[in-house]
């Protein structure tokens, strides 16, 4: 009986260091897990984090110095790592964001777009989200309204709070500012008076100018106040003086008349009442500019519209 066990029980055991065995193959067979970045990735996150920290892109340089201070990369790189990831820490900008209607409740049930991305379906979790510097757009979003928002971010901006402001349709309405006219109304008077004085006073000046070359042509043997001349019988100068005093009582009479139009136009434009303007365009304006030539004639040209 012994004879037959001692084979039974070395095959037992024989069939069992066989199962062992067997069962250890694919544990040897398996690759060792992944224990962090190799060192070529660690050098390549060392140096991209760096040129990406110098563009001011300190959210994507935080990435690649977090990848590079794993415990898997060389001491120098891991150390260097560790100290620039601590600068751009102390730098990025961070942002909050809220919801407000027009008495100042909060709405929490606000999605929220940074740069067209989404950031947040609720605002009742405190979140603060890391950006890099200069201009950003937001969209706030709450029961199918939208509230836009650009902000600007600097370098050390930390917990800056950004607040969409939900007004009701009638509160906008109230807060919209009055159309602006399309002028300033202002008291004006009548244009005419203007235009009879203008007249009047380029009239006084050709008159004036008329009879000053009128009397500069009477000949020095003839006498204006005397109406006489010290010259033979059939002489031109009695022509020449006849001539030259009626071109001064031309403009005397002209003269005359023009400052007696220009003082009663601006008597009539002061003495009318003042009107507002109003209406669709401009209060009628009008411009007057004299005018003169060598030969003494003159007059007043008008512009604008009556």
């Known amino acids: 009986m012994n004879r037959n066990r001692t084979p039974l029980r070395t095959g037992i055991y024989a069939a069992s260091s066989i199962a062992w065995a067997l069962a250890a193959l694919p544990a040897a067979a398996a690759p060792p897990a992944s224990s962090g970045p190799t060192k070529d990735q660690c050098i390549d996150a060392h140096s991209r984090g760096q040129d990406l920290r110098e563009q001011k892109r300190f959210v994507r340089a935080k990435e690649q110095f977090l990848l590079c201070n794993q415990s898997s990369c060389p ?16 730098v990025i900008p961070t942002v909050s964001f809220g919801a407000r209607d027009d008495e100042k409740r909060d709405l929490p049930d606000t999605q929220v777009y940074f740069d067209g991305s989404p950031v947040a379906s609720r605002l009742d979790d405190a979140k603060l ?17 939208e509230v ?47 235009v009879l004085a203008g007249v ?39 022509d020449r003086a006849h001539s030259a005093v009626s071109m001064s009582n031309a403009g005397l009479a002209v003269g ?14 002061f003495a009318l009442p003042t009107s507002t303007g109003g209406g669709e365009g ?24 009556l």
């Not at 989200?129 to 309204?145: C, I, K, L, N, S």
């Not at 005359?256 to 434009?269: C, S």
């Not at 209060?283 to 519209?305: E, N, Q, Y």
């Open 282 to 305: 401009r209060p009628p304006t009008v411009a007057l500019s004299p005018w003169f030539d060598r030969s003494g004639g003159g007059g007043m040209t008008i512009r604008g519209a």
């Open 200 to 238: 009047g006073a380029a009239g006084f000046v050709a008159g004036s100018a008329m009879f000053v070359v009128g009397i500069g042509r009477v000949p020095t043997e003839c006498s204006v106040s005397n109406h006489t001349c010290a010259s033979a019988p059939g002489d031109d100068s009695f």
């Open 256 to 269: 005359l008349t023009g400052a007696v139009a220009a003082i009663a136009g601006l008597t009539w434009y």
């Open 129 to 145: 989200v890391e950006a890099d510097p200069g201009p950003h757009a937001v969209r706030f979003v709450h029961a199918g309204r």
């Open 75 to 90: 001491g120098p790189i891991q150390a260097d790592c560790v100290r620039f990831m601590e600068q751009v820490d102390s």
């Open 148 to 194: 836009n928002m650009r902000v600007v971010l600097t370098p050390g901006d930390k917990g800056r709070a950004l607040i969409g402001l939900f007004t009701s349709p009638a509160a906008a309405a109230t807060q919209r500012p009055a159309p602006t006219p399309a002028y300033e109304p202002r008291s004006a008077r009548s244009a005419w008076p203007l």
